[in-house]
């Protein structure tokens, strides 16, 4: 059985579920412009230092380049991103991680969106930002990572 196309039908989210739940990782795609896809691959280091890159590639196929607002694409399995969405590699990696969990969400029949699950969903980015503080040996990156999830404590989203 391959991964579907689309995930939107009943029996599609049913599908990539099973998969997933068989242990499936998507050959994760970057598209766009040579300086966007140079940022993504930053972050996906990122990604692969705290050790969430399985995780990511569990629930997501695509990152593309677009001009509009970063958004989680469910029946793509994708996320688009601009380039301003991927300035900041460590941002970057978080916000990915996050779109990947609302993702998992989606394919589990959870309500992937709204107050709760935007909680929970910002509970997943800040979990991936402490991770990767600890699990990295850059200066720079711990100090990131320390700045975000302090704005992350005084934001009211945080819990």
């Not at 380039?83 to 394919?107: G, H, R, T, W």
């Amino acid at each position: 059985m391959s991964f579907p196309d689309r995930v939107y039908t009943t029996e599609e989210v049913k599908a990539a579920k099973a998969l997933v739940d068989q242990g499936y990782k998507h050959d994760l795609i970057v598209e766009g412009a040579p300086e966007f896809r140079k940022q993504v691959n930053q972050a996906l280091e990122l990604i692969k230092t705290a050790g969430y890159y399985d995780f990511l590639r569990s629930y997501i196929r695509k990152i593309m380049e677009i001009d509009g607002i970063a958004q989680l694409r469910e029946t793509e399995v994708a996320l688009w991103a601009n380039k301003f969405a991927v300035e900041n590699p460590v941002d970057a990696a978080s916000l990915f991680i996050q779109k990947a969990f609302q993702m998992k969400e989606y394919i589990e029949g959870e309500l992937y969106y709204g107050g709760n699950a935007e909680k929970r969903s910002v509970t997943k980015r800040i979990e991936f930002l402490q991770t990767l503080k600890e699990k990295t040996s850059e200066k720079d990156i711990k100090e990131e990572c320390e700045r975000l999830l302090e704005m992350w404590r005084e934001s009211s989203l945080a819990f």
